[in-house]
Nanobody, 115 residues
Framework: QVQLVESGGGLVQPGGSLRLSCVAS????????LHWVRQPPGKGREWVST????????FYADSVKGRFTISRDNAKNTLYLQMNNLRPDDTALYYC????????RGQGTQVTVSS
């Protein structure tokens, strides 16, 4: 079955950076368009970014465009999200997912941006 395991979250000051990783198993990783979604405290899930297969076109929510970069390593079955210039409103539980709504997702990794 599909398994997605996120890591790399933590507490960071505004303006800081984090790199999230998601190791996948149970499906043909290279054949799937993949997504990052997040859930801020007290709010619903929201789509953050998508990376396609071939070519690996990328897409971003307006709120993260220019600050976040999604990438993938098909040899390692791993999805990444490089997050720069983090802001307090980026605080959320971040999930990788096989669909943009996050219905099939991992357990998440917490990102907290605070001074």
């Amino acid at each position: 079955q599909v398994q997605l395991v996120e890591s790399g979250g933590g507490l960071v000051q505004p303006g800081g950076s984090l790199r999230l990783s998601c190791v996948a198993s149970g499906f043909t990783f290279s054949s799937y368009t993949l997504h990052w979604v997040r859930q801020p405290p007290g709010k619903g899930r929201e789509w953050v970014s998508t990376i396609a297969t071939v070519p690996p076109n990328t897409f971003y929510a307006d709120s993260v465009k220019g600050r976040f970069t999604i990438s993938r390593d098909n040899a390692k079955n791993t999805l990444y999200l490089q997050m720069n210039n983090l802001r307090p409103d980026d605080t959320a539980l971040y999930y990788c997912a096989t669909d943009p709504s996050g219905a099939t997702r991992g357990q998440g990794t917490q990102v907290t941006v605070s001074s």
